[in-house]
């Protein structure tokens, strides 16, 4: 007995020493490690994240941004503005109105929106919109809203392909995605090279969910926690992310998971409760802040770049927020069970609605009410901080500080449990992505279980990385991964779409024949 | 009177004794009954994206457990009485989906047994039985 306890103290102390001089050498260890990385990705990759991010010659716009804002307005013409004409039936089929009683205990509608939105709601909600208001002023929220009402189209078409060319397997598992219609949906329209564009898609899903999916989540969380409680050496929130990421995708423990899923939706209803309260608090000045956000999208209301600056702003934090085009919804909501796969594409155009329409503007409505913006008081203007390149704001501070420094204004108590609500966000988003990846993973190089775990150990490590370091270009480099998903998977969509307006056509006569009939 | 004994089923000693009680009146009625398993399920639960994708393999294998499992141990029993016996395993909310299986089979009676959850459990949770007696569409009978 003695001679164990004697041993268990040892390995304590050795733990403890290790502990102590990982804590001494791992911060100046990573920062020289940092700095190697950094370099290494600027030489190799700083020449494709400038492709990707090019501006369209003689604006300041990228036509990245631009490629998925026309491609949700071509998909809304050609679809017949699905997203105003389908809207309340989308929320009958969510409600269930449309559900067979006898698919009971199968993945429901409610349930796949559920488990997407989870993966999109998150720091683009709360920190990104305070980049688009900051930069752009209150008129770029207006036009993140248009954005966000053209996404929903996008998100339609996707979704449909998505549940209509997944794999279902003799197990009674699915597996669906954009690699999945690629391949087969292009066979089916007689175009060839579907497997290239599977095989691109899935490398650039994989980098895109170690990127802007994990690292620049953990990235975010560390800096928001260490807003609050004070600074700490970042490898520390790393190392705790990864760990409960790992118990939950290596070690199986679902409950984490499962509890996350719940607390998130809960976090964002939260979210929006707490700013319709603030603007209840401040209902004399609504009306003021919407003519703000009017008046300043079309004239940008003093802001530098005016009607333009506000209008890129906000396109590109819509495009950037509720991913419409990028290809990762399509993953998720491809196990739902429906006879009918354009009833996932009605559900699924909820999600950018959601995301941008409803919890951006209220983020932005917040931060114009709040007054953290500078406003000139002889001219009634926005002070411009030119040399950084924003709207000057309270202290100077700009992403999630300044949606936190905007609700403490009416809330002093909020910035602690924004802290909590951004690092669920971000850890639900990990989640999603680590799912993603994985299955771009297992297309690439087959299914098995210890491929799964050397996927699944990467990612892990990536969150530490993610978290202890500030890999600038590292992280250039991953959005550009996911941007680089929306160029092929908007491609397949154009290819792919009149696939989906026929199955449209054929669903709503169906609908009004009363051959679809309700079922509550 | 002949009538249709919709019996909720679990194979719990309360489910045992109310299936042997609607036995009982059934074979004296010459009556029949559904013997009913509802295992209980939310469509607007939150799940993971793995859960997603193996929801649909997962709900075989559950109902497959049902039906050895619960379903399996009283078959022999009900082989023995001469009472027709039709079984229904479904999903949904419990006291729900009873009484919708009540009103599609047209049953006349619903027997169910009931927990014996404490009065603070059943306050917290809500019990089937007495959710069942609030809604139930036909003359129900609880036994202890």
């Known amino acids: 007995m ?126 990104g919109v305070a980049v688009a208001v900051g930069i752009g002023g209150p008129g770029a929220t207006f036009w993140m809203v248009i954005a966000g009402l053209f996404g929903m189209a996008t998100k339609f078409t996707e979704c449909t392909l998505g549940v209509k060319y997944r794999n279902e397997y003799p197990d009674g598992t699915v597996s669906g995605g954009p690699m999945y219609y690629m391949v087969k949906g292009f066979a089916e329209r007689g175009l060839k090279g579907g497997g ?81 309260l603030i603007l209840i608090m401040n209902y004399d000045m609504i009306g003021w802040a919407f003519g703000q956000i009017f008046v300043g999208a079309f004239t940008g209301l003093g802001v530098v770049g005016g009607f333009t600056g506000a209008l890129i702003q906000g396109f590109r934090r819509a495009a ?21 796969p354009v009833t996932e594409g009605y559900v699924a155009l909820l999600e950018p609605f959601i995301d941008t329409v409803v919890i951006c503007t209220m983020t932005a ?56 609500a951004v690092v669920l966000f971000a850890f639900s988003t990990m989640i999603s992505w680590s799912y993603y990846g994985l299955k771009a993973w ?41 941007f680089s998903m929306a160029i092929v998977n908007i491609i397949a969509l154009y290819l792919l779409m009149p696939i989906v307006k026929r199955e449209l056509g054929s669903y709503v006569s169906r609908l009004k024949s009363g051959e679809i009939k309700k079922f509550n | 009177m002949s009538g249709k004994f919709v019996v909720g089923y679990d194979d719990s000693s309360p489910a045992r004794r109310a299936l042997d009680f609607a036995l009982d009146k059934a074979a004296r009625q010459g009556g029949s009954i559904v ?44 082989a023995k009485v001469d009472v027709p016996v039709e079984t229904i395993i479904t999903y949904g909310h419990i006291a729900e989906k009873l009484c919708e299986i009540a009103k599609q089979t047209g049953a006349t009676q619903m027997v169910i047994g009931r927990d014996g959850n404490s009065a603070l459990v059943s306050r917290v949770f809500g019990s089937t039985a007495g959710t069942l007696v609030q809604i139930a569409p036909v003359p129900c009978t609880i036994v202890p």
Not at chain 1, 325 to 332: D, N, Q
Not at chain 1, 453 to 481: E, R, W
Request: charged share 15%; hydrophobic share 55%; net charge negative.
């Open chain 1, 2 to 127: 003695r001679i164990v306890r004697k041993d268990n103290s040892m390995i304590f102390r050795l733990c403890a020493a290790l502990a102590a001089y990982f804590a001494a050498a791992l911060p100046a260890a990573a920062q020289g490690l940092d700095q190697a990385i950094n370099q290494a990705f600027a030489d190799y990759t700083g020449w494709y994240v400038s492709l990707i991010f090019a501006p369209i010659p003689g604006t300041n716009f990228s036509w990245i941004a631009m490629w998925l804002v026309v491609a949700a307005l071509i998909f809304t013409f050609y679809f017949g503005f699905i997203q105003f004409k389908g809207f309340v039936h989308s929320i009958k089929l969510v409600k269930g109105d449309y559900s067979d009683p006898n698919d009971a205990g199968e993945v429901s509608h409610f349930q796949a929106l559920a488990t997407a939105l989870s993966g999109t709601v998150g720091l683009g909600n709360i920190a």
């Open chain 2, 35 to 78: 013997l009913a398993h509802v295992m209980e399920w939310s469509p607007y639960t939150f799940l993971t994206p793995e859960e997603l994708e193996e929801r649909h393999a997962r709900r075989k294998q559950e109902i497959a457990r049902a039906e050895t499992a619960i379903m399996g141990p009283v078959k022999d029993k009900l």
């Open chain 1, 365 to 420: 409505l917040v931060i114009v009410i709040s007054g953290v913006l500078n406003v000139d008081p002889e001219t009634g203007l926005y002070i411009w901080n030119a040399e950084a390149g924003r709207i000057s704001t309270e202290g100077e501070v700009v992403g999630v500080a300044l949606t936190s420094a905007a609700y403490a204004r009416a809330l002093p108590w909020f910035p602690v449990l924004l802290a909590v």
């Open chain 1, 442 to 482: 297992t297309y690439l190089f087959g299914e098995g279980k210890a491929k799964e775990t050397v996927f699944k150990v990467i990612f892990c490590v990536f969150i530490v990385i993610g978290a202890a370091a500030n890999l600038g270009p590292v992280i250039d480099f991953s959005d550009a991964m996911l």
């Open chain 1, 320 to 340: 950037f927020s509720n991913e419409a085009g990028i290809g990762s919804a399509a993953i998720a909501h491809s196990a739902v069970r429906t006879k009918e």
């Open chain 1, 196 to 276: 290239i564009f599977a095989v691109l898609f899935c490398i650039f899903t994989i980098l895109g969910a170690l990127g802007g999916g994990n690292m620049f989540q953990a990235n975010q969380a560390h800096a928001q926690l260490a807003g609050v409680i004070g600074d700490y050496p970042g490898w520390i929130t790393g190392v705790f992310l990864a760990g409960i990421t790992f118990a939950v995708i290596v070690g199986g423990l679902k409950s984490i998971a499962r509890v996350t899923e719940k607390v998130v939706p809960f976090m964002g209803i939260f979210y929006v409760v707490v700013s319709l």
